[in-house]
Every structure is written in structure tokens, then in C-alpha cells.
């Protein structure tokens, strides 16, 4: 099971860092992705870390601002996003073996 968590309102220009929690799975054996929908389009894949956190790769829509990382011994997955834009607002779903409850992040003032 993967839950995300985190989500909620923001202004452009603010930071959020989302949290996904795993469990019934060897979380460290997998690598990892945040994806996110936004209202009326399809799923965008964000970015993805490799199974020990030692290679991380992003989309270009949010390389530089946003920073995927993951503690192992918490079967944790974390997105912190900063310089958001009205553009992330999404729905953002953690996804490795299978694909979690999603947390709805809105960037609006």
C-alpha cells in the first residue's frame, strides 16, 4: 500500500514537501516515481529515484524546484517542491510496484 500525504493550498512562489508512506512491500528493493493530474489532463510523470536514493531524475517542467528524495528505514518517500507555480497544482500520486492514494496540492493566491 502507498499513501500520500502533505498536500493542501499554497501561494505561487511557496513551498510544499509531500510525504509518501509504504507498506506490504520491500520498500528498498524498488525505485520510486511521483507523478501527478492535473484537472482535465493526463498523468505527468515528475520524477523518479532509484532504489537506495543514490540517482534521481526529474521532468523538465520542475527540475531545479522540485527535490524527490527517500529514507528506507521509514519506507518513506518525500517530493519537496519549492517555487511553485499555478501549474503544479495536481493531484500527486507516489507509484513503484503499485500506485497510492493520491493528495491534492493547489498553488493559487
Known amino acids: 500500500q502507498l499513501q500520500a500525504f502533505g498536500g493542501g493550498l499554497v501561494q505561487p512562489g511557496g513551498s510544499l514537501r509531500l510525504s509518501c508512506a509504504a507498506s506490504?512491500?520491500?520498500?528498498?528493493?524498488?525505485?520510486m516515481n511521483w507523478i501527478r493530474q492535473a484537472p482535465g489532463k493526463g498523468v505527468e510523470w515528475v520524477s523518479r529515484i532509484n532504489f537506495d536514493g543514490t540517482r534521481t531524475n526529474y521532468a523538465d517542467s520542475v527540475k531545479g524546484r522540485f527535490t524527490i528524495s527517500r529514507d528506507n528505514a521509514k519506507n518513506t518517500l518525500y517530493l519537496q517542491m519549492d517555487s511553485q507555480k499555478p501549474e503544479d497544482t495536481a493531484v500527486y500520486y507516489c507509484?513503484?510496484?503499485?500506485r497510492g492514494q493520491g493528495t491534492q496540492v493547489t498553488v493559487s493566491s
Open positions: 507509484d513503484g510496484p503499485l
Open positions: 506490504g512491500f520491500t520498500f528498498s528493493d524498488y525505485a
